[in-house]
């Protein structure tokens, strides 16, 4: 009895099976001589440096076979990996303080910004009510009898009754000024006259 020769699908298919049969043997050869490397290169940068002529040249090689030497380029993987996990939480607590650092400085800003405009609006207004005291009260003493509000401006410190005398309109300035005595007018005279003194002619 003949056997039947294989057909070109069924040598296809163990085509197709030995190709990837060779693909996965180099993939894991890969693996393995990557992982040996890096464990060596974890090992080297672990162990201490010796001041050997040749120490920076000459890789360390390692035999994953042996336990031993597993168990080791394990631990220094495990080593290398922790510190690097540490480092990373620093830099986070690190990064978690500048951030709350600097929204405590913007809060700070923002609070001081918001107190700034508070002050000046209140010294607007205190301006404005000062202000709005001096006309009153000008317009109070401008409306009394000139004998009554020259005594009062008698009594009044010169610079003081001046600023007022000097708010009013002229014709009532002089009716006041007119009721008091030479002296004190000549003194409210002389403070109407220097503040004028700085205003410049032309």
Known sequence: MKTKPPTRKARRGASRKGSRAI???LLLLSGGIRLVTEAGQVIASEEPTQDTPNSSSQPVSLDLARPEQLTVALNAIKQREAR?????????KRETALAAAEEA?????EKLELAEKSLRE???LAATAAED???QLTAVYA???PKQA???FEKMDSTFAAGFLGRMASDSAARIMAGMTPEKA???SVELAGRNADVPLE
């Open 186 to 188: 000549y003194e409210i």
């Open 143 to 145: 409306n009394m009898k």
């Open 133 to 135: 005291d001096l006309s």
């Open 23 to 25: 693909i996965g043997s």
């Open 150 to 152: 020259a005594a009062l």
């Open 105 to 109: 400085i913007d809060a700070e800003l």
């Open 84 to 92: 690097l996990i540490e480092r990373e939480t620093e830099i986070d």
């Open 122 to 124: 209140t010294i607007s």
